[in-house]
């Protein structure tokens, strides 16, 4: 099984930084319980504490639908309060149940990477 590979970036919403880092807490906590085939979820906030970046690794398309199943209500609070812009890029080829998920996004708010060659080729 191939691995996915996603890079989700957000801005942190004016005043609401600390409620932001309790949510991202809440949201790895959650990941570290519930998932069976995420392989890296970590996130990153800039220098002036005003984005935020997570780089996620999982076991193919069928890891990211279950992360996202997993930890869908914390993701929504993190968003209706916390949280904007919210952008993701995902490498690797999705399954067609991924990429009907991705559909309730906004649109232009995925942007898709398939492999060309690299090392790992």
């Not at 691995?3 to 309790?22: D, N």
């Not at 990211?64 to 914390?74: C, N, P, Q, S, T």
């Not at 080829?93 to 790992?120: H, I, K």
Request: proline share 3%; charged share 25%.
């Amino acid at each position: 099984m191939a691995t996915l590979e996603v890079s989700a970036r957000m801005t942190v919403r004016k005043g609401k930084l600390e409620g932001f880092k309790r949510q991202a807490a809440e949201c790895i906590r959650q990941t570290k319980e519930k998932d069976t085939k995420t392989i890296r979820y970590n996130w990153f906030l800039s220098s002036d504490e005003t984005e935020c970046e997570i780089r996620e690794a999982y076991e193919g398309s069928e890891g990211l639908v279950e992360h996202r199943m997993h930890i869908g209500d914390a993701l929504n609070k993190l968003f209706s309060e916390f949280a904007d812009a919210h952008m993701v890029t995902v490498y690797g080829e999705p399954s067609p149940q991924l990429v009907a998920m991705a559909g309730r996004m906004p649109p232009g708010s995925v942007t898709w990477y398939s492999f060309l060659q690299g090392l790992d080729s």
